[in-house]
């Protein structure tokens, strides 16, 4: 069936409201490359969103699933238990950089994971406040999208929003926010709109993922750590995005010499299964009382199963390291270009987690129209990209930790070829 009949065919089936950034449809994946239902052949620099970070049919992962399939595929663990839920729940204990002990929740998606995180701090403190940083992304269910620090299209004609959440501006340098600026105004908040012994929790991105790929700098996560100490307050790190392997660690915030109370992951979790998670300190998760964590699918044996798997791939493949290497790769290819293609304003992220943003040459108005004629262009010669930022001027890349050197080279290429031609198009 035609590509143009399945546009049809979508069209008038699915609401609007899903989204569609590129014009194709998936046939069949492997590692990071993706053909469509005419048998064009894709490089996937957008591995799903971050989500198949161990490439698309990792054998190791297909393998625990269909392993479990053929056990069983759903019991709902709050009526029988089983052992991959709490097996991968002892090695998030584990590994997570949170101190002392540790207890995890498994969920379906990144919004529930950051429902339950802000559920648990308002349980364990008995205050409502939540406080966000502008530019963020958090989901799109009501409390993440009041989190979440961009309108359009995420909160374009939802009405009004949960209450109690506060927002103060992230630092971006190419935005002119400085961590001095984003500290005056969290005191400023505190002194003119919430006091901080009502505040329950304030949650942070590592990197930006929507926002842009901005990384915190450290100074202001230092700065975070030191604030929730002093008023009691929980620091969530949302490492939906940013997590397994992604930024040259298992987990952002290990570039960091700070530790959150509690974490939230999803995406890379289980290697393309619906799985999230929230770990946290013991005392703070144990704070609801039972029955008011959960949910039907929550931990499904199949996702939990894959989960488990794609933790022995990072350890046997040492994809977080793999993940430097080819970063810094992109990286290099993308600063060389400077002077081909005035529109760079800046290359930022950590490890494979990166991110390129577009100028209009000369100025500081932002360049979406760029940007998206990149990803476009890209497409076209067979090159998957996604753009984010507030404004949409930024291109971000998220390979497959597992892509193969000789795939990766050849999407650079691409990648130079298309920004050098579309420099001299697009203003």
Not at 55 to 76: D, N, S
Request: hydrophobic residues 45%.
């Amino acid at each position: 069936m035609s590509e143009k009949s399945l546009s049809e065919r979508r069209a008038a089936a699915i609401a609007r409201g899903v989204g569609m950034v590129t014009p194709l449809f998936a046939e069949r994946a492997s590692n990071a490359e993706l053909w469509d239902t005419e048998g064009r052949r894709y490089i996937d620099f957008a591995a799903g969103i971050a989500v198949v970070n161990t490439g698309h049919g990792h054998p190791k992962v297909i393998g625990a699933a269909r392993e479990q399939l053929e056990k069983f595929t759903h019991v709902c663990h709050q009526v029988a238990a089983y052992d991959s839920y709490v097996r991968l729940a002892e090695r998030l204990n584990e590994i997570v950089p949170i101190e002392g002990p540790r207890k995890t929740i498994f969920v379906t998606t990144g919004a529930e994971a950051v429902e339950n995180a802000v559920k648990v701090a308002r349980a364990a403190t008995g205050r409502s406040g939540v406080i966000a940083f502008s530019g963020a992304f958090h989901g799109r269910t009501f409390m993440t999208m009041a989190l979440t620090g961009k309108t359009a299209p995420y909160k374009t004609g939802f009405g009004p929003l949960m209450g109690d959440v506060w927002r103060i501006p992230f630092p971006a340098a190419s935005q002119g926010v400085s961590v001095e600026e984003t500290l005056k105004e969290l005191d400023r908040l505190f002194k003119t709109d919430i006091a901080p012994s009502r505040v329950a929790a304030i949650i942070v991105e590592p990197v930006q993922g929507e926002g842009g790929f901005n990384p915190v700098p450290p100074e202001l996560m230092r700065a975070l750590r030191k604030m929730a100490d002093e008023h009691g307050i929980v620091l969530i790190v949302d490492e939906i995005q940013t997590g397994f392997g992604r930024t040259g660690k298992l987990f952002a915030i290990q570039n960091y010499d700070v530790k959150p109370d509690l974490m939230t992951m999803a995406k890379g979790l289980a290697g393309g299964f619906p799985l999230a998670a929230v770990t946290g300190r013991a005392d703070l998760m144990d704070a609801p009382v039972p029955g008011g964590l959960g949910g039907t699918f929550a931990g499904n044996p199949l996702a939990t199963a894959a989960g488990n798997a794609v933790l022995d791939v990072m350890e046997e493949e040492k994809l977080p390291e793999r993940a430097q290497k080819l970063g810094d790769q992109l990286r290099a290819r993308l600063e060389s270009l400077r002077a081909k293609v005035p529109q760079i304003v800046d290359v930022r992220g950590l490890g494979l987690m990166i991110a390129v943003e577009f100028n209009k040459p000369g100025t500081s108005e932002p360049n979406p129209e760029y940007a998206n004629a990149v990803r476009l262009a890209a497409l076209e010669k067979g090159l998957i990209l996604l753009t984010c930022g507030v404004y949409g001027n930024a291109i971000r890349f998220l390979p497959p930790l597992t892509i193969e050197q000789k795939t990766f080279d050849e999407a650079l290429d691409i990648l130079e070829a298309v920004m050098v031609e579309q420099a001299s198009k697009v203003g």
